[in-house]
């Protein structure tokens, strides 16, 4: 996604406005801890944050980036020597105490450019237990230019000591239109499949912008069609969908798909008042599915015969005989 500023971010209006005022105020706070769901755009919302701290144009009048400054500039391309952004590295399964130390020795320096020194974690709940406790001394004695952002979709791993430190902004979930929004100005597809990407993506920007480049909301409608039936078709066909969903170009999707209906199957048990042994059913073969399909795209299983197996079991507690 290209870089965002407050005036072109979609949603966390009051978000905006809070932190627009302590800017004025001259109090941008130390420390702070941007927690909500995943994938709303909390990284999103801490760069452009930094930026307008950064921004050699920016003044008390406006608040906000100006775009075109060498800072602005450097920011956009991710070379701006007073900022930094840790992430969990690619090879590796948690953020390190190195990482933390690095971060924490960038900020003790003074700024080279601006009036801060400004540092991302994203995500902080990735943290190992000794990166969480260097982060923590840091934050017990943060020094006077320095800003730190810890980002996270799940706050209740954090140190408690680490959220007492910091200021505390909350962030909601994307409304269905202001999904639909943020994907239409990233890709370049149909209506219809924009729509049905987003309804398929759990509220989730970068989800719904993978689901619908991948053309996800043109396979919907068959996949629905086919699980409609499929508690009446003979054991040739559900080999049939076996094969067509597990080719490489599908599987992803039809996790994504199965997980959706498995919700509705769910949802409307508990509606129709079906019983707790049918709720329990659909409840663990949803668990099953998702565990199985899981392991299937890390390792190497056969993605064909892990599909037929799932849709015989769907295809007997719909109905079928076989």
């Keep these: 996604m290209p870089f965002q500023t407050f005036e072109t971010i979609v949603g966390h209006n009051s978000n905006i406005a809070g932190?627009?005022?302590?800017?004025?105020?001259?109090?941008?706070?130390?420390?702070?801890?941007?927690?909500?769901?995943?994938?709303?755009?909390?990284?999103t919302f801490a760069l452009a944050f930094?930026?307008?701290?950064?921004?050699?144009?920016?003044?008390?009048n406006t608040i906000k980036s100006c775009g075109v400054c060498t800072s602005c500039?450097?920011?956009?391309?991710?070379?701006?020597?007073?900022?930094?952004?840790?992430?969990?590295?690619?090879?590796?399964?948690?953020?390190?105490?190195d990482q933390i130390r690095d971060l924490s020795a960038f900020l003790s320096l003074t700024p080279m450019e601006s009036q801060w020194k400004i540092a991302l974690i994203d995500d902080a709940a990735q943290m190992n237990a000794?990166?969480?406790?260097?982060?923590?001394?840091?934050?017990?004695?943060p020094p006077e230019q320095s800003i730190l952002i810890i980002n996270t979709y799940r706050p209740g791993v954090l140190l408690p000591t680490i959220k007492s430190r910091c200021i505390k902004t909350r962030f909601s979930g994307l409304s269905q239109d202001e999904?639909?929004?943020?994907?239409?100005?990233?890709?370049?597809?149909?209506?219809?499949?924009?729509?049905?990407?987003?309804?398929?993506c759990g509220g989730d920007v970068a989800n719904g912008i993978q689901l619908c480049e991948s053309g996800v909301g043109e396979e919907r409608g068959l996949f629905l069609q086919?699980?409609?039936?499929?508690?009446?078709?003979?054991?040739?066909?559900?080999?049939?969908m076996s094969e067509y969903w597990s080719k490489p170009e599908r599987f992803a999707n039809s996790m994504l798909l199965l997980k959706a209906w498995f919700q509705e199957q769910i949802r409307g048990s508990v509606s129709n008042n079906k019983g707790a042994e049918s709720i329990r059913e659909w409840l663990s073969l949803?668990?099953?599915?998702?565990?199985?399909?899981?392991e299937a795209m890390?390792?190497?299983?056969?993605?064909?015969?892990?599909?037929?197996?799932?849709?015989?079991?769907?295809?007997?507690?719909?109905?079928?005989?076989f």
Excluded at 19 to 43: N, T, W
Excluded at 50 to 60: D, V
């Design 130 to 141: 000794q990166a969480a406790n260097a982060l923590l001394k840091t934050l017990e004695e």
């Design 19 to 43: 932190l627009r005022a302590a800017i004025k105020a001259d109090k941008p706070g130390h420390s702070h801890l941007f927690y909500g769901p995943k994938g709303v755009g909390k990284a």
């Design 179 to 200: 999904l639909i929004e943020i994907v239409t100005n990233e890709v370049d597809s149909s209506n219809e499949n924009i729509k049905q990407a987003v309804a398929l």
């Design 73 to 97: 500039q450097k920011m956009v391309a991710g070379q701006h020597p007073d900022f930094i952004n840790i992430a969990m590295r690619e090879d590796k399964t948690r953020i390190s105490v």
């Design 226 to 240: 086919e699980m409609a039936a499929i508690g009446g078709v003979d054991l040739s066909v559900v080999c049939t």
């Design 50 to 60: 930094a930026q307008i701290l950064l921004c050699k144009e920016n003044s008390k």
């Design 286 to 294: 949803a668990k099953w599915a998702d565990e199985v399909m899981g």
């Design 298 to 321: 890390v390792v190497n299983l056969n993605k064909r015969l892990v599909l037929e197996s799932l849709f015989i079991r769907v295809a007997r507690l719909c109905g079928a005989k």
